[in-house]
């Protein structure tokens, strides 16, 4: 197929890189002209601007960081697309935006789903991403075939916006498995417990979950690259607040979790990567969080 990708960073870089050696004619544009040109030696052609890339292909995928971007992009996109032209928004929005945008790119003759991931840059290097995506049936059955070889899992979900839902719904489950394990083990640590010994009671108890199960072993490693930053993860929880409002859904969780990661990003943390949330938790509980190597 051919096949368009604006936005090139941690995510869409690697993205892009997969559909290449996928063997698709692909076109790419990103306002960083060193991403586009890294690309552009892998076989990729270099279009000037998002109208270009739509004149180009007949799918296009997004990779970007707000919905205030995606709709400036998308109505660019537009103006070079032709009738029957279908784009994917991989990024993270608000399930009322895309429905909007939805209109607004129908009014132009095309069409649009929305397909926001999960599994980071690193999945997005592995082809092990989760897609969840939102739109008419056929449109998805057009896009499957390019989506299903660059993850795990594709997941039709049902009319636009409900490819969003999910991700705001799984991101909840996410960022609140987090950052309560990382309150739990503050306690604990300042009660004066071994922060392995309370991993290995919570595991062998089974209240465990995705980051005490796994991603807790990786807490000693602070200041990584940034893969996804703390400032998106709190755009995300704003994106959260607002779905439980429009569902009339009450989240007193998850409003205490989106005032957490203000927190973390008014206390200097934004632009560093998810993993350092727990440096935020150590700030504001005064303890250090270090583990010891897993036993053999």
Do not use: Y
């Not at 082809?127 to 896009?143: H, I, K, N, P, Q």
């Amino acid at each position: 197929m051919r096949v368009g990708i604006i936005g090139l960073g941690n995510i869409g870089g690697h993205v892009a890189a997969n559909v290449i050696a996928d063997g698709h004619e692909v076109t790419v544009f990103d306002a960083d002209e060193t991403r586009c040109e890294a690309l552009a030696r892998a076989g990729a052609a270099v279009a000037p601007g998002a109208a270009d890339v739509a004149t180009a292909s007949e799918i296009t995928l997004l990779s970007l960081p707000t919905p205030e971007v995606v709709n400036t992009v998308a109505e660019a996109w537009s103006k070079g697309a032709s009738k029957g032209d279908l784009l994917v928004d991989l990024s993270t929005n608000s399930p009322d935006a895309v429905r909007e945008l939805g209109v607004r790119i129908a009014a132009a003759g095309c069409e649009l789903l929305d397909a926001p991931l999960t599994g980071g840059a690193a999945g997005a290097e592995a082809r092990t991403l989760v897609f969840m995506v939102g739109g008419d049936r056929r449109a998805f059955e057009r896009c499957e075939p390019v989506l299903e070889k660059l993850g795990r899992a594709v997941f039709h979900l049902g009319p636009l916006g409900l490819g969003n839902t999910a991700k705001l719904v799984n991101s909840l489950l996410a960022f609140t498995a987090t950052w309560v394990s990382l309150e739990g083990l503050s306690m604990a640590a300042k009660a004066g417990i071994d922060v392995r010994t309370m991993v290995d009671v919570v595991r062998t108890g089974g209240a465990g979950n995705f980051f005490i199960d796994a991603m807790v072993e990786g807490i000693n490693e602070r200041g990584r690259p940034t893969q996804f930053a703390l400032a998106l993860a709190a755009k995300d929880a704003r994106l959260i607040e607002a779905l439980g409002r429009a569902t009339d859904v009450p989240l007193p969780v998850g409003s205490q979790l989106e005032r957490v990661l203000r927190s973390a990003v008014e206390a200097g943390l934004g632009e560093r990567d998810w993993s350092d949330l727990v440096v935020h938790a150590e700030q504001q509980s005064g303890v250090e969080l270090r583990i010891a190597p897993a036993k053999a």
